[in-house]
C-alpha cells in the first residue's frame, strides 16, 4: 500500500532522473554548438580536428550515459515498488530461513548479481563500440571477462565476509547496532586502502619500479624537495586496456607508491611528468586525502544512523515495496533509494573537489614549472579527448576538476606572477 514514502521516493527518483537528462542533453547541445572552433586560448595547441573528436566523443558519452540513467532509474523501480527485492527474499526463503544471516547474504548477493548482469551490455558497450570508435580501446573480450571474472571473485571474497559481519552485527548488537558497523565499515574502508596497491592492483596490472634515467632522477628531486617518502615510482602497463593517460598515488602511509600509466609517460616528457607528479604530490601535502577520508567517514556516519533510525519502522518498508521486513531488505532499500535523494548534493562535493584541484595547481607551480604542467595538461586534454567547452551547469553539477579554460587561465596567471 502507497504511503508518504512512496510518493517522496517516486518524487525524488523522477526528479533526480530528469536532472540528470536534462543536464546531459545541455551538456550535447552546448558541446555540439562550439564544435567547430577551437577555444582562443587552446588555438595554438589544439588542432581543430582534435577539438571535435573530443566533442564528438563527448556527445557519444552523453547520449550513451541518457540511455544508462533511464535503465538504472528503471532497475531501481523494479526492485523496489515494483517487487523486485520481495520477489527475492520470497524465492531464497524456499531454501534458506527467512530472516537469517545466510538468507539476508544470499539476498543481496543475488541483487547485486543482478545489478551486474543488467549493466553488464552497458559496460561492454561503453567499451567496446564507444571507446573502440574514437581508438581509445585496447582491451579484447578474453581481457575484458578475465577482468570481470577477477573482480567478482575479489569481490565475495571480501564482500561476503563483510555483509556477514553487517548483518550480524544488525541481528545481534541492539539499537547501537549502527554505531558498530560504522565502525566495520571504516576498518574494513582503511585496510582495502592499505593493501590495495600491493595486492589488488597487481592482479590486474603489471608494475615496473622506475629507478634510473632523467624520470627517475627528476622524480626523486621532486620528492626531496617536497619532504614526501613513498615505496617507489612505478609504471603500470595502462595501455593494454586503453590509450587514456594517467597517474596517481596509491595506498597511504608506509604503502604510498606512485604509479604513471605507460601511456602517461608515452606523451609526457620528463619535466611534464615531474610537473603532474607535483599536482598530485600536492593532494598529499595539503591534507586533501585525508580530508576527503573524514568527510567520507563523517557522511558513512549519518547514512549509518539514519538507516538505524529507519530499520524498524513498518512504513520503511511498506513505502519501497517490500511487505517482510528484514535487516537484509532494509540495507538493500536503503543502497537503492538513498543515492535518488542526494543527488542534488552533487553540486557541492563537485565545487569542494574543484577547489582542492586549484591548491594543489598552486602547490605545484612552487615546486616545479607552471609551463611545465600547462603543456603536460593540455596534451592530456587533446590525447584523452577532453572536451574544451563543457556546458557550465553541466560542469558544476559533475566535474571533479576545473574547466580546461578556467584552468589553464588560472595556471598562466600563477606563471606570471613574480
Known amino acids: 500500500m502507497p504511503n508518504a514514502l512512496t510518493w517522496l521516493f517516486l518524487a525524488a527518483l523522477a526528479a533526480a532522473t530528469a536532472t540528470r537528462v536534462w543536464l546531459a542533453s545541455r551538456q550535447i547541445r552546448h558541446v555540439s554548438a562550439h564544435r567547430d572552433a577551437v577555444p582562443p586560448s587552446f588555438a595554438d595547441s589544439i588542432a581543430l580536428a582534435a577539438h571535435q573528436k573530443a566533442a564528438d566523443y563527448t556527445v557519444s558519452k552523453m547520449r550513451f550515459g541518457i540511455v544508462d540513467t533511464l535503465v538504472g532509474a528503471a532497475l531501481v523501480l523494479v526492485f523496489t515498488l515494483g517487487g523486485g527485492l520481495e520477489a527475492l527474499a520470497r524465492a531464497w526463503a524456499h531454501v534458506l530461513a527467512p530472516g537469517s544471516i545466510a538468507h539476508g547474504t544470499a539476498l543481496l548477493l543475488s541483487l547485486f548479481f543482478l545489478q551486474g548482469v543488467v549493466s553488464l551490455p552497458l559496460a561492454l558497450y561503453r567499451t567496446f563500440v564507444i571507446e573502440s570508435r574514437f581508438g581509445f580501446n585496447r582491451m579484447t573480450l578474453a581481457l ?49 586502502q592499505l593493501i590495495f596497491p600491493a595486492y589488488i592492483l597487481p592482479l590486474f596490472n603489471k608494475f615496473t619500479p622506475i629507478t634510473e634515467g632523467e624520470l627517475a632522477r627528476r622524480v626523486g628531486a621532486l620528492l626531496e624537495r617536497c619532504g614526501f617518502k613513498s615505496r617507489g615510482l612505478y609504471l603500470m602497463d595502462g595501455s593494454k586496456r586503453s590509450s587514456h593517460g594517467n597517474a596517481f598515488f596509491a595506498g597511504f602511509g608506509a604503502t604510498k607508491r606512485i604509479v604513471l600509466f605507460d601511456t602517461l609517460v608515452e606523451r609526457l616528457n620528463a619535466a611534464e611528468v615531474e610537473a603532474v607528479l607535483a599536482h598530485e604530490l600536492g593532494h598529499y601535502k595539503l591534507h586533501h586525502v585525508i580530508k576527503m577520508i573524514v568527510l567520507s567517514t563523517a557522511l558513512s556516519f549519518a547514512g549509518m544512523w539514519l538507516l538505524g533510525e529507519l530499520i524498524d519502522r513498518p512504513w520503511f518498508y511498506a513505502g519501497l515495496g517490500v511487505r517482510t521486513p528484514s535487516t537484509a531488505a532494509a540495507l538493500a532499500l536503503f543502497m537503492l533509494a538513498v543515492p535518488e535523494f542526494t543527488y542534488f548534493l552533487r553540486p557541492l562535493m563537485a565545487l569542494y573537489s574543484r577547489r582542492r584541484e586549484f591548491e594543489a595547481d598552486a602547490y605545484a607551480t612552487s615546486h616545479a614549472e607552471a609551463r611545465e604542467l600547462v603543456r603536460a595538461l593540455v596534451k592530456l586534454y587533446n590525447d584523452n579527448a577532453a572536451t574544451l567547452t563543457p556546458d557550465p551547469l553541466h560542469s558544476a553539477f559533475y566535474d571533479s576538476h576545473p574547466p580546461a579554460a578556467i584552468r589553464i587561465a588560472r595556471l598562466a596567471e600563477m606563471r606570471s606572477s613574480p
Open 144 to 192: 575484458f571477462f578475465s577482468d570481470l571474472a577477477k573482480q567478482t571473485l575479489l569481490a565475495l571474497a571480501l564482500g561476503v565476509p563483510l555483509l556477514l559481519a553487517l548483518l550480524w552485527l544488525m541481528e545481534r548488537m541492539g539499537s547501537l547496532w549502527w554505531l558498530y558497523a560504522w565502525l566495520v565499515l571504516t576498518a574494513f574502508s582503511l585496510v582495502l
